[in-house]
């Protein structure tokens, strides 16, 4: 028996036979459900059989027979209702479990997100991807066949959406653009750095995303839920279905703050805090601000994270206001890295040793932040060297910042689009999708081997502009992606190491030596992300412009 187990009340299984009875109710099952019609099969006991043996054994049984691929809407309630009625543990079956799993996703419709959903049955080895539209609308079949179409969508209007948009329209003023994002305002985050800083205001960070849609493309204010990539379709929470030629993914990444026990019921509260979020930078530097003595604990989560660097750029502006204040020596600050490196690219750590030194930081790798408890101002880290058992240390704190753990969106993670660890998975330098060639994917969220900054969206906007337009005029992709990215390490006030680099960690400098000398910490650089970074991206990039970001052609052998 093959059973696949949803949740504590319910598993399901393919066909079963009456000497499977007794080992079922051995492993504490209470009740059975037959989802499979008799006289399906040659070889298939008939539903009075099962029960039979199961009233032998004890197990009470329900028969909701479904004819294969004809789940409606009321055998779904009739499987809840049966689920509420029989005493659990209970297990369903038909031929395959198939039918048994529909039952129990379009049955769980409105108590459970899609993605939960589709993530318990996609564990148990089931696809759902049949019925993906009647889950969105809550179990049951949508009437509403009013899809809108368009020539080219884009999912999430950020940092990559906005750009390729932009990108695509400075090629092809007349292309047909939807960009689908149910945000009303759009942030530089790079900016989240310098507002925990005590460097920018936050309101330089955002934009109302209505005034950045570039001009001529539609924008749908509405979440996507669900991909139907076989059908050229996505699917809108409520369940409205747009339709495209071509498809660009972007919704960028998700953070997992409910990861971490205790952390959502403190943050922005107790000294607890986070760059990561546009309400709470400004609470980074209020709390740096006061701290005249005690600890302060910066975390890093496991890779992968959006702008790696930004974890101890925090630190590293907090420790410079201290050493400005003349507060320092009375502060114990701490980086706890669940990583066992400072900085993924060699060439750049040096630099950052000297900052590391010059503010007395302990540098503890390994350490995974796994709890906090605020009011207490405890928090406790598991801690797992190589070839050590993980052991979970406790430590106080007077203020900490956190970075969150980081995922892809679950509504990614469980799409057909996705590789196996979540991540749209796209071809590395050409960024179409694997599988799906009317596909493209930039940002944070696609598998890519790159550092997710938004310095490398705009390099890749252009890339994908380039591709998407030479797909439609029947040509192969001319642009490469050689995985540039960049993280400007502020490393004090007035200066930053300025971090350049591309898939398998070869430096990209943008600039001669002479100019910006990336592995060392310097004005120039720090000029560069205070008074040019922020116009380059909301003038140049977000608006078709390319500044720093002329796509590298591919080479022809
Ligand atoms: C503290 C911090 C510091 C950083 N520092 C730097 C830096 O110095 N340099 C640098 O280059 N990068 C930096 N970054 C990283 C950079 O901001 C991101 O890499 C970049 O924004 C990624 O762009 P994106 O388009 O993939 O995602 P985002 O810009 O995050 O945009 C995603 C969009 O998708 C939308 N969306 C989400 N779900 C859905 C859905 N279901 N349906 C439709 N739309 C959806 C969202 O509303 C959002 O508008 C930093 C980030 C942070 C948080």
Redesign the pocket.
């Known amino acids: 028996m093959d059973i696949k187990k949803l949740t504590t009340g319910l598993s399901v299984s393919p066909q079963i036979v009456a000497s499977d009875l007794q080992s079922l109710k051995d492993a504490g099952f209470r009740a059975i459900i037959c989802n499979r019609p008799d006289g399906e099969g040659a070889d298939q006991p008939t539903f009075d059989e099962i029960a039979a043996a199961a009233k032998k054994v004890g197990l009470e049984t329900t028969y909701i027979p479904i004819v294969a691929g004809k789940v409606t809407d009321e055998d779904a309630d009739a499987f809840n209702i049966a689920l509420t009625e029989l005493p659990g543990p209970v297990l369903a079956y038909c031929r395959t479990g198939t039918r048994s799993a529909t039952l129990w996703s379009l049955g769980q419709a409105g108590n459970r997100s899609l993605a939960d959903i589709l993530a318990v049955t996609k564990a148990a080895g089931y696809d759902m991807a049949g019925v993906v539209r009647r889950i969105v609308n809550g179990g049951k079949t949508p009437t509403d066949t009013g899809d809108a179409s368009y020539e080219v969508v884009i999912?999430?209007?950020?940092?990559?959406?906005i750009a390729a948009a932009a990108s695509l329209k400075s090629r092809m003023p007349d292309l047909e653009i939807a960009i689908?994002?149910?945000?009303d305002v759009?942030y530089y985050?790079?900016g989240?750095?310098m507002v925990g800083g005590g460097i920018f205001e936050p309101e330089q960070t955002s934009r109302t995303m209505g005034s950045l849609i570039p001009k001529g493309v539609h924008w749908i204010k509405s979440?996507?839920a669900a991909f139907e990539p076989a059908n050229n379709a996505v699917i809108l929470d409520g369940c409205r279905v747009v339709k495209y030629k071509r498809l660009i993914v972007?919704?960028?990444?998700k953070l997992d703050w409910n990861k971490i026990e205790g952390l959502v019921e403190t943050l922005g509260h107790n000294g607890v805090t986070s760059?990561?979020r546009y309400d709470l930078a400004p609470y980074t530097w209020e709390l740096v601000a006061g701290l005249k003595q005690g600890r302060a604990i910066f975390t890093q989560p496991p890779m992968p994270i959006?702008?790696a660097g930004?974890p101890q750029k925090a630190m590293y502006l907090s420790g410079d206001a201290w050493f400005r204040r003349g507060v320092l020596k009375d502060i114990d600050i701490q980086f706890n890295n669940a990583g066992g490196v400072l900085f993924g690219v060699k060439d750049y750590v040096p630099a950052l040793m000297d900052y590391v030194e010059k503010y007395d930081v302990s540098l503890n790798f390994f350490h995974k932040l796994v709890a906090v408890d605020g009011p207490a101002k405890k928090a406790w880290f598991d801690v797992a060297k190589p070839d050590m058992p993980v052991e979970c240390v406790e430590m106080e704190f007077d203020m900490m910042h956190v970075c969150p753990p980081q995922t892809a969106?679950d509504?990614i993670r469980v799409s057909p689009l996705a590789d196996a660890a979540g991540w749209i998975d796209v071809d590395q330098a050409t960024l179409r999708h694997k599988t799906y060639e009317n596909v493209w994917s930039l940002?944070?969220?696609m598998n890519a081997p790159n550092a997710?900054?938004?310095?490398?969206?705009r390099i890749q906007a252009p890339i994908v502009a380039e591709n998407m337009i030479a797909d439609m005029q029947g040509k192969s992709p001319v642009a490469q992606y050689n995985g540039y990215g960049?993280?400007?390490l502020t490393v004090e006030r007035g200066k930053i190491v300025l971090a350049e680099f591309g898939y398998g960690g070869t430096l990209l400098p943008s600039f001669p030596k002479a100019i910006i000398d990336g592995t060392k910490a310097t004005r120039a650089a720090w000029f560069l992300k205070e008074k040019i970074l922020p116009p380059i991206y909301w003038k140049g990039m977000l608006k078709g412009r390319e500044w720093m970001a002329k796509p590298e052609k591919v080479t022809v052998k």
């Open positions: 999912v999430g209007g950020g940092a990559g959406g689908l994002d149910p945000a759009h985050q790079p989240w750095t979440a996507v972007c919704p960028g990444i760059n990561y959006k702008c930004a969106p509504f940002g944070d969220v997710k900054t938004a310095a490398a969206a960049s993280c400007p």
